[in-house]
Structure formats: C-alpha cells, structure tokens
C-alpha cells in the first residue's frame, strides 16, 4: 500500500462542473508535488510546494488551482477544464525539496475523464 | 539542458531470467540523483532504487540493482529472476541542481515477463 492517498481513484466531470482533487501524507514530508500523465508518456510536474508555499508554478493553466492547507495535505481544484486535460494526476511528496537524493513517493493517481 | 534517454520502448523476458534496462542522461552538474520507478498498469508510480553521482558502488535493492557508468553517464536498471509481477512500465529520473532539483523523466520502457 503506497503512503501517499489520493481521492478520488477515478474522476469524470463536464466542462463547466468544479472538483478536487486530494492527496494526503502522514511520512513528515515537506515537499508535495502535482503530476499530470498522458497515456504513455512520463509524468510531468505541475506544482511543486515546499513546507506549504507554492514553489514552482510550471506554466499551468488557471483552470486548475492548487492549495496546500497543511503539511499533509494538497489539494488540487479543478474548473473548466478542457478535453484534452483528461489524464491520470499523481501526488508525491519527498523530505523535502532541494535535494538531488531525495526519491518521491508517489500515490495511486486520479484518472481524470472531461466530458 | 537536462535529458534523460530511455532507448528502449518495450523488452520482452523470460520468467526467472535477468533483465536490463537502459538509461542514459545528460547533465552539466557534478552532484544529481538518478532514480528508477516502477509503473503497473494501476498507475502508482513504485520507487525502486536509488544512486548518487558521488556513489563509488552501484545500489542494489533485493533482485534489482543499478549499473552505474559514471564517465559513459549511463544508470542501466538490472532485474534478476523476473517474476511476472515486473511487467510493468519502468522510468529512470534524475534530479540535479541546474534544474531546481526537479524530478525529470525518461520516456519509459514498457517490460514484459513471459511465463
């Protein structure tokens, strides 16, 4: 059983419905991250929070918010979102961030269906 | 500008034999990370294994070991006595200073153990 949980397994929404997504540690882990996967393609970072602050922002569209509102748990809000955003979303957390020995841990993932 | 390699997009193994995947990568920085994730077909992103660029001997996790080519930059994945359990997708990543210390992906091998 992986130590980072994600919720929900699996996620089918409308264009113009708002979710979330939710991710939860209980590892001390200061560093939680959002990945967004495309079938058979290596994840790609969205966010990156470190000790609750938004880090890195990679260039993602407003439509997806994310929220960190303690150390366990991240969020990731959902609006308008757009048929081509369908994909499976992972959660990981590490340590912490800077440090080039740190692995993540990575959860379940969401797969995200747009209508 | 950092890159990872992963050449190969699907091995074939026979159960119980050995297996290697290939990784190489590029980077300008003496100090990063390289690490290995399992992927099934669930989803859950598995970490597997771990090797520091100042490593003098190459990880090894149970039957999975890493064979780690400093100069020629290459991170090879080893997997002895394959049980059907390996099939699975299989990433290499690295992590290095130059790139905020962001976990970057290969593009994957998709590994299948024959019974």
């Known amino acids: 059983d992986t130590e980072v949980t994600q919720t929900p397994k699996h996620l089918v929404m409308g264009m113009t419905n708002k979710k979330s997504l939710k991710c939860e540690q209980h590892m001390g882990h200061r560093a939680m991250y959002w990945y967004k996967q495309k079938a058979k393609k290596p994840p790609e970072l969205m966010f990156v929070y470190s000790y609750e602050k938004l880090s890195i922002n990679e260039s993602v569209p407003s439509r997806f918010s994310p929220e960190c509102p303690n150390s366990s748990l991240l969020n990731l809000h959902l609006h308008a979102l757009q048929p081509e955003d369908s994909a499976l979303y992972l959660c990981?957390?590490?340590?912490?961030?800077?440090?080039?020995?740190?692995?993540?841990?990575f959860g379940d993932g969401t797969r995200l269906s747009i209508l | 500008a950092q890159k990872i390699t992963q050449t190969q997009p699907g091995m074939f193994v026979q159960e119980k034999e050995a297996v290697t995947l290939d990784c190489t990568y590029d980077t300008s920085d003496q100090s990063y990370g390289l690490f290995w994730y399992k992927q099934p077909s669930s989803g859950e992103m598995i970490f597997l294994i771990y090797?520091?660029?100042?490593?003098?001997q190459n990880a090894t996790e149970g039957r999975y070991s890493l064979n780690f080519q400093k100069a020629r930059k290459s991170a090879n994945l080893v997997i002895s006595a394959s049980q059907l359990g390996d099939s699975a997708m299989y990433f290499c990543a690295m992590r290095d200073f130059y790139n905020n210390n962001d976990m970057r992906f290969g593009a994957g091998t998709r590994l299948t153990v024959k019974p």
């Open positions: 090797q520091g660029s100042y490593d003098e």
């Open positions: 990981a957390s590490s340590q912490v961030w800077m440090g080039v020995n740190q692995p993540q841990h």
